[in-house]
């Protein structure tokens, strides 16, 4: 079985958090807001890129990468 791809780079700047990973056809962003009980929602727009600008608005958040 194919592995998904790390998180290889975040960074902040100017209000936006940029998440970056080797993008992969069949493969999405997802993001929780707590690690012991996770609510995974996929992040619109990430199958098969590999980029994502989220707003930092202060609350926290995880983010995995996982395959269809």
């Known amino acids: 079985?194919?592995?998904a791809p790390a998180i290889d780079s975040i960074s902040a700047g100017g209000?936006?958090?940029t998440i970056g990973w080797q993008g992969a056809a069949g493969f999405?962003?997802?993001k929780g807001?707590?690690?012991a009980n996770p609510n995974w929602t996929n992040v619109p727009d990430t199958e098969g890129e590999s980029s994502a600008k989220e707003v930092a608005d202060q609350s926290e958040?995880?983010?995995r990468l996982i395959r269809d």
């Open 1 to 3: 079985p194919t592995t």
């Open 15 to 17: 209000g936006v958090v």
């Open 28 to 30: 999405r962003l997802q």
């Open 33 to 35: 807001s707590n690690l």
């Open 61 to 63: 958040s995880y983010y």
